[in-house]
């Protein structure tokens, strides 16, 4: 089977908002809504959270010009596309971070347990991608969520070599259905991102 | 290609090589901003083997007509027109159909349309900067847009831009996923930018340079440019071998 050179990654720059989220940013007119701004179309199954974060430098300073996407499970462990997936969840977000403070915020429901190609089942989890002036390649991560006992045999987590890194992949509960999840990309904090 | 052929083993992992390094201290911002810690890898799983679909029903008319998407009526937007085509394959060399493909870039002054932008180049009122399609069965797309100007950016003391145009670009898997830039065949600027320098192979660099395609080309009204894209494929399963083998 011939196997070619995947195309290289460029940097999604300052300016990601206008191909990405042009409403966002006042380009309007042009499509109606921006692509992954709801996650839930309807009558959705399961707990509704939100998913709140910034983005931090290694001087510790929010990228106010980022785009995180996110991608996750509905609340019976399953993705959009697979038979009996819930069909009033995307279970695709993309959120343009705030300008002045960096935040993003995804409002969708706390995912299922997924299953393993290896046998066994994944902790609920989110997959986060983040682009941006000065990010190279997209970097991909994962949220999970605090004292759910799945993490303790998630296959993913248990390859994390530092086990003091497995922290920075765990969101914080804040208050009833509020989670906050930070992301540093440099540091002694800094965020585990996967090689997938 | 049939449906039995379609493999069901994990994707094949990404080849660095192919890639900018993360840390590439001449593109300034990436100093602060690139991880330290090497990514940790992991076979893929339902997750990153399955991602968004978004059907035809997402575009509108003029979705993929940069000339028009944003204009007033009967008024275009100004510079040289040009027709951006190409095929979206995986690496194993099998069309990738459903794809969509977002693209934003400069007008012709090498002005972008954002409140982030100081460049004193001015807007075009017709010209927008964005623009998306969804590739054909035979992994085919192309759009209609101007030819967007090089631009000065804040890095160096005097660096410019390429001429370029942003591709943001699902495949059907998660892990496909990538955001790249398309330069111009002939640009001086491209082998003196600190952003393209960012990766260490010429040749990757080679084939985000597009070529004129006189072929395509419409007489009297646009040029032609090709750019094909490699995503990351799936490998066939052991057991999938030895059945294509029966």
Known sequence: MRDLPETASQTAGPYVHIGCTPNFAGITGVYDEDLGARMITGDVSGERITLTGQIFDGTGTPLRDAMVEAWQADAGGLYAGQDGADPHFTGFGRCACDQDSGAFTFETVKPGATSWPQGGMQAPHITLWIVARGINLGLHTRVYFPGDPALEADPVLGRIEHRVRVQTLIAEAEKDGAYRFNIHLQGPDETVFFDV | ?246
């Open chain 2, 1 to 246: 290609m049939s449906d039995t052929k379609i493999p069901h083993g994990g994707y094949a992992a990404r080849q660095p090589g192919h890639h900018p390094v993360a840390l590439y201290p001449p593109y300034r911002t990436s100093v602060k901003r690139s991880p330290q810690a090497a990514p940790l890898s992991f076979p893929t799983s339902i997750g990153e083997e399955s991602g968004p679909v978004f059907g035809h029903d997402l575009l509108g008319p003029l979705d993929a007509d940069l000339l028009h998407n944003f204009a007033q009526d009967g008024a275009s937007a100004i510079g040289p027109r040009i027709i951006v085509h190409g095929k979206v394959r995986d690496q194993f060399d099998r069309p990738v159909s459903g794809a969509l493909i977002e693209v934003w870039q400069a007008n012709a002054g090498g002005r972008y349309r954002h409140k982030k932008e100081g460049y004193i180049a001015p807007l075009d009122p017709n010209f927008g900067g964005c623009g998306r399609t969804i590739t054909r069965e035979d992994g085919s797309y192309e759009f209609r847009t101007v030819l967007p100007g090089p631009y000065p950016w804040p890095n160096g003391p005097n660096d410019w831009r390429p001429a370029h145009i942003h591709f943001s670009l699902f495949g059907a898997g998660f892990a496909q996923r990538l955001i790249t830039q398309m330069y111009f065949e002939g640009d001086p600027l491209i082998w003196r930018c600190p952003i393209v320098g960012s990766i260490g192979d010429k040749s990757a660099v080679e084939r985000l340079i597009a070529p004129l395609d006189m072929n395509r080309t419409v007489p009297m009204d646009a040029r032609a440019y090709e750019f094909n894209i490699t995503l990351r494929g799936r490998r066939q399963t052991m057991f999938e071998n030895r059945m294509e083998g029966l």
